[in-house]
């Protein structure tokens, strides 16, 4: 079946620009998962969604970042603003939801700010 | 605090040279105790999940075990495509996922 997919798969933007990173889970997991990976650091948690509801928003590292999860399935990751420290490779999980079940990972949006 | 800490950082084998990768965890109420491998330019990939301390699986030449403050990656004669980083991530009952910086394996033919 379909595995999580991501797009753009890469994305530069200048400085001060907005840019908008979606997610498709797999069909059926209730549950999504954003996570920001820089280079050599592990995966740092932004936010987490079960169905439309994030009841954990403690990840996001400013105001500037935003996520919303329409019907259950698609979530978009908005950054306003862009700053260069804000490059990275966003990476979505989803999962069947419940207590620890596996994390399926999309390949990643790359978005390098000039 | 809830922590993870994976050592070594980056190990070097030869190949059929096994080895074990340590994944030490500090948690509130551990839910479960993931794996994955992580191929450059991808995403991690699902290895094992793991519920108690005692608990074992196994995978081809992997073998995962855990204890109540460390879970252990055994590579049993690793072949070159076992080279990945490997990332060791815990949920706490808070349902809050850590994930470890991970381990950059180089298995050398």
């Known amino acids: 079946g379909a595995g999580v997919s991501q797009s753009p798969s890469n994305k530069v933007t200048e400085k001060g620009k907005d840019v908008e990173l979606r997610c498709d889970p797999i069909?059926?997991?209730?549950?999504l998962y954003w996570y920001r990976q820089s280079l050599g650091q592990g995966l740092e948690f932004l936010i987490y969604?079960?169905?439309?509801?994030?009841?954990?928003k403690s990840g996001l590292p400013s105001d500037r970042f935003s996520a919303e999860r329409t019907g259950g399935s698609v979530s978009t990751l908005t950054i306003q603003r862009t700053q260069q420290e804000d490059s990275a490779v966003y990476l979505c999980a989803s999962s069947p939801g419940g207590l620890a079940k596996t994390q399926y990972f999309g390949p990643g949006t790359r978005l390098l700010v000039l | 605090e809830d922590q993870v800490t994976q050592s070594p950082e980056a190990l070097r084998l030869q190949e059929g040279e096994s080895s074990s990768l340590n994944c030490s965890y500090t948690?509130?109420?551990?839910?479960?105790l993931f794996w994955y491998r992580q191929d450059p330019g991808k995403g991690p990939e699902f290895l094992f999940t793991l519920y108690s301390a005692g608990e074992e699986k196994e995978k081809e030449r992997l073998k995962a075990t855990l204890t109540k403050k460390e879970s252990f990656l055994h590579i049993t004669a690793p072949k070159p495509e076992d080279s990945a980083t490997y990332l060791c991530?815990?949920?706490?009952?808070?349902?809050?996922?850590?994930f470890g910086k991970g381990t950059r394996l180089h298995i050398l033919p």
């Open positions: 969604f079960q169905g439309n509801s994030a009841p954990d």
């Open positions: 991530a815990v949920q706490a009952e808070d349902d809050k996922i850590i």
């Open positions: 069909s059926g997991h209730t549950a």
């Open positions: 948690v509130s109420g551990l839910r479960g």
